[in-house]
């Protein structure tokens, strides 16, 4: 039986994902998941031939290669340790009743439920640099305000979720950025091909468009509209029994300390302070080259040692109580990295299956034949493979060189690319086992089932204009209309505006 390379090496990622669909159970869906790559892992003939089948095949793919190794790799090990300091950095703001000071601050200011959704979606703007930084640092900033309007955790994930990857993808000072460059290849500047590919990112763009004007038009619809019917103010009583001692820039600036120096964190792994025969890297260069994971660690335990500091100075909160937050944050994100060991080692269990070759080569073996809808198809693909397997890097550095080699110049392969880009990310936006999404779930404080099953209708909306927009796009492009990109997007932002509208008039009841 040939299990590697083949439609087989899918089945693990869609085993976890319809199981975790119709469970409402992650945990449980995407351990069975794995298991059940271990089992087609051992089951395909060349495993037998090379002596790894059998039962002791299977538990060491299950546990050493999988579980163990997945989660001892070094990029991973550096996101939990970044995740665990943001969790202490909530602990403490928490603490010192800062959160509960902008909270009392924003009832005063911030009168209205549109009111605190967009000041969310700005913040979420605002802070570019990383998906996960995104996540974590918008819920634990915004929740006390959306819970004091009555927004419930589903529509404040919603909101952290689309304001993080699709962000982080149309901004060239970006890890994503880094991320995407890095799977150019050699002799181009990756970078300068990232920023062109941003215009045509429409996934991306409608997302934060498509949350503006629900914001604006409140309403919601689908599983979201009868979350936010169930949502009831929370955050009253949590201001009444927090810290007195708290102002508001107990919260702001180690906020404001944490982005400077993870950014800081990451343009040094990059090289940036390192002088070489050429001099001081340019900070463009510095940030593609740089390592996001360690980088987001140094930045984050630096803003932890000033704030420990800051809060001594200030006499809000003890040393105790400050080493006392270490644990709690920890505690706070278990949830989150138990989900997102798993999600990794299923990501490790369907890469041992070839998925990533099995989906290039049905791509590269089409994709000449079908040149003016490359970019639909492109984004479709990328939108199957990044649901299926949750990661949108992962679909970068398998869909990225295909489009590169299949169109070596041309506003074509541009516009592939970023089909590329904005399909993983809408995937990505999907899929149940998404580490962004995850992370976008334990910022909010919201069950991750809860939270994908609501964003789903809204992600989807978003997607179908995406795919017509692509193909109008590759349309217009084969018959040399100008300027396409003008072209598209008019009717791009018109189907998207007139199907909200639809939706709202026909079938939301009031």
């Known amino acids: 039986m040939n299990t590697i390379g083949t439609f087989w090496a899918m089945i693990p990622a ?41 039962f002791s095949g299977f538990l060491n793919h299950l546990f050493s290669d999988g579980l163990i190794g997945n989660i001892a790799d070094a990029t991973n090990i550096g996101i939990l340790i970044f995740m665990v300091i943001l969790g202490t950095m909530v602990a403490l703001i928490n603490k010192t009743g800062g959160s509960a000071a902008f909270g009392r601050w924003a009832s005063t200011h911030i009168k209205t439920k549109v009111g605190a959704q967009i000041t969310t979606i700005i913040l979420g703007l605002l802070i570019f640099v990383d998906d ?44 994503w950025a880094a991320a995407v460059a890095g799977f150019v290849s050699e002799g181009e500047n990756g970078i300068e091909l990232f920023c062109k590919a941003i215009p045509f990112n429409y996934y991306a763009i409608l997302t934060i468009i498509m949350m503006f004007i629900l914001v604006i038009m409140k309403f919601d619809y689908g599983p979201m509209a009868k979350s936010q019917a ?20 107990d919260l702001v600036l180690p906020i404001v300390v944490l982005i400077i120096l993870c950014v800081v964190g990451m343009i040094y792994t990059g090289g940036f302070f390192t002088k070489g025969e050429e001099g001081f890297l340019n900070f463009i260069i510095a940030f593609s080259n740089s390592d996001n994971s360690v980088g987001l660690v140094i ?60 989906v290039s080569s049905v791509v590269d073996g089409s994709a000449q034949g079908f040149k003016i809808f490359l970019p639909a198809i492109i984004f479709i693909i990328a939108v199957v493979l990044s649901f299926a397997t949750g990661t949108s890097w992962g679909t970068f550095s398998i869909l990225i060189p295909i489009c ?62 995406s795919f017509v927009a692509y193909a109008i796009q590759g349309i217009t492009l084969g018959l040399g209309l100008v300027p396409s990109l003008i072209i598209t997007w008019i009717f791009a932002i018109a189907l998207l505006g007139g199907t909200l509208f639809v939706i709202k008039k026909f079938f939301v009841k009031e």
């Open 132 to 175: 996960y930084f995104n996540c974590l640092t918008v819920g634990s900033v915004m929740k006390p305000v959306t819970d004091k309007h009555g927004v419930s955790k589903e529509k404040l994930a919603y909101l952290i979720d689309s304001t993080a990857a699709p962000v982080c993808i149309i901004a060239p000072i970006s890890s």
């Open 14 to 54: 869609l085993v976890a994902i319809v199981l975790a669909l119709c469970t409402k159970e992650v945990y449980s869906s995407l351990f069975i998941g794995i298991i059940s790559g271990a089992i087609l892992f051992v089951l395909d003939a060349g495993t037998i031939a090379a002596g790894a089948g059998g």
């Open 230 to 249: 169930e949502e009831v103010s929370k955050a009253a009583d949590s201001f009444e029994n927090a810290n007195p001692k708290g102002k508001i820039l």
């Open 299 to 358: 930045g984050s335990i630096a803003t932890v040692v000033i704030s420990v500091i800051y809060y001594l100075c200030r006499k809000v909160l003890s040393f105790k109580e400050c080493m006392e937050c270490l644990p709690e944050g920890f505690k706070a994100m278990v949830p989150a990295i138990l989900i997102l060991c798993l999600a990794w080692t299923l990501k490790g269990t369907t890469d041992s299956l070839q998925a990533k070759q099995f």
């Open 404 to 465: 590169i080699a299949a169109f070596p110049e041309g506003a074509i392969r541009i516009v592939s690319i970023s089909a590329c880009m904005a399909g993983a990310v809408c995937g990505d936006h999907c899929s149940p086992i998404s580490d962004t999404t995850i992370m976008a779930s334990a910022g909010a404080q919201c069950k991750h089932i809860a939270h994908v099953s609501t964003q789903l209708p809204y992600a989807m909306t978003v997607a179908v204009i």
